[in-house]
């Protein structure tokens, strides 16, 4: 094992799909990874989570990680279908892939998902040294200039890189931005639930013959402004339901379920989605949990990262999953911190300059130096797509409300498509963004 001194130290803050996404795209030779997060991994309530073309993409063949994903049980989404409140399929959307997108759109479990990216950061047959893990782990403070996090202990841990994947909640947000910044309502809300797919075939056959659970689609049913957006995962053995309802509409106070672990209630569910038809309603009361969470987003921010901390995924740009891309764009920021940092293998100095020059700190200032230059290259390279992909969710989700990137609107959804599909990763990304500025 290297001495402390001689390796790259990397400090991820936050155990999520974002931060260890992160992690294994940050591994390799003369690094130390430590991924710090403050739960015990264990509570989760009904969901199911989708990567897009774009992050499947990155996932299976940046990372390898097609074995590893097996594992997780997930499936290819063929298509997208709408019905009316009587049952009839009135819209069908294929959504299997273009060919020149070269991966699908796969639904997991988000704790099995969660679990396969776990495994994959932890390996011992990943180049580099495994990913160390610290659970029950708060960070409560940070000193970005130095790389410094404060624990709730009372320890300080230094490191080269933080990478502050804390999620829409961000603690580390406001030592980038020099402010709070506090992720508001949207105005809506979403229930979510999980039901065994057996129990529905057992005991709700109406439902069954107008929507068959084990089938590969997302299936969504509209009635006045809130909607059910339907589908299987784990391989057909549950079947997944989204409940959006604006707040005003909800029975139950959104703003107490700001968290991705908050209970819902059945009863009060009932009465939000009562326009809808009860062969649709009468499955609600077989999920064995009810999660609500009142959907939070942020305005692109003024910046990503300061000193030696950048932002990712929801901490950096959280979204509406309006247009699925959430996860994936944090898996996408993941590419871009492994293809920017890969060429820094430990301190970028060697022991002979070290002692021609005889200046201790010679190493650890031009190791500053690269870090800063590669978390702006980061930076430059997604702020504009994931802000962008930003506001389009955000306008999908209610008809009419208007853009900040007037280049959103003049996207046609299958134009949207492409541009979320068609990402070549962080490096080439960057190259056209150059040229097109030159």
């Known amino acids: 094992m290297a001495d402390n ?16 996404t992160a992690a294994i795209a940050l591994r390799g030779l003369r690094r130390q990874i430590t991924v710090l997060e403050q739960s015990s991994l264990n509570k989760e309530i009904g969901a199911l989570i989708s990567l897009q073309q774009n992050a499947s993409r990155i996932m299976e063949t940046v990372y390898n990680l097609k074995e590893d994903l097996k594992q997780a049980r997930g499936m290819v989404d063929e298509g997208f279908k709408v019905y009316s409140k009587d049952g009839k399929e009135v819209k069908f959307i294929p959504l299997l892939s273009k060919k020149e997108y070269g991966a699908s759109r796969v ?16 390996s011992l047959e990943r180049p580099g040294d495994p990913v160390k893990i610290r659970l029950g782990t708060r960070v409560v403070d940070c000193d970005s200039e130095r790389g410094k996090v404060v624990l709730e202990n009372g320890e ?25 910044n506090i992720a508001l309502p949207t105005g809506l809300s979403a229930y979510r639930l999980l039901i065994p797919t ?14 068959d659970p084990r089938a590969p689609y997302t299936s969504m049913i509209v009635a006045h402004e ?35 672990v908050s209970e819902g209630k059945l009863r009060k569910m009932l009465e939000t989605f009562s326009d809808f038809p009860s062969w649709v309603t009468d499955i609600f009361k077989h999920s064995p949990d009810l999660g609500l969470w009142q959907l939070r987003d942020l305005d692109p921010l003024k910046t990503w990262h300061r000193g030696r901390v950048i932002l990712i995924g929801d901490a950096a740009h959280a979204m509406l999953p309006t247009q699925g891309q959430g996860a994936s764009q944090a898996v996408e920021d993941a590419e871009a911190l492994g293809a920017f940092f890969e060429k820094i293998t430990g301190p970028p100095t060697n022991k ?55 280049n ?27 040229e097109a500025v030159s």
């Open 5 to 20: 001194t001689d390796l790259f130290r990397i400090i991820i803050v936050g155990g999520g799909i974002a931060g260890f």
């Open 226 to 260: 809130s909607r059910l957006i339907m589908g299987p995962g784990r391989q057909g053995e549950v079947y997944a339901i989204v409940g959006l309802c604006p707040d005003e509409k909800m029975n139950e106070d959104p703003k107490k379920h700001t968290s991705w």
């Open 107 to 122: 639904v997991y479990h988000r704790q099995d998902l969660h679990a396969a990216l776990k495994r994959a950061a932890c």
């Open 156 to 180: 300080t841990l230094q490191g080269d890189l933080i990478v502050a994947a804390d999620g829409i909640h961000s603690v580390l947000r406001k030592h980038v931005l020099g402010e709070e």
């Open 408 to 434: 959103i609107v003049q996207m046609s959804p299958d134009q949207f498509m492409d541009y979320n599909c068609n990402y070549p990763g962080a490096i080439e990304w960057r190259r056209k963004q150059l």
């Open 198 to 211: 057996s129990t529905l075939e057992e005991h709700e056959k109406e439902f069954c013959k107008k929507i």
């Open 352 to 406: 002979e300059i070290m002692k021609i020059l005889e200046v201790n700190f010679y190493d650890n200032f031009l190791k500053f130096v690269k870090v800063d230059i590669e978390i702006q290259e980061v930076f430059q390279c997604r702020y504009h797509r994931a802000s962008l992909i930003q506001g389009y969710s955000r306008q999908a989700a209610k008809s009419g409300t208007p853009s900040k990137d007037s």
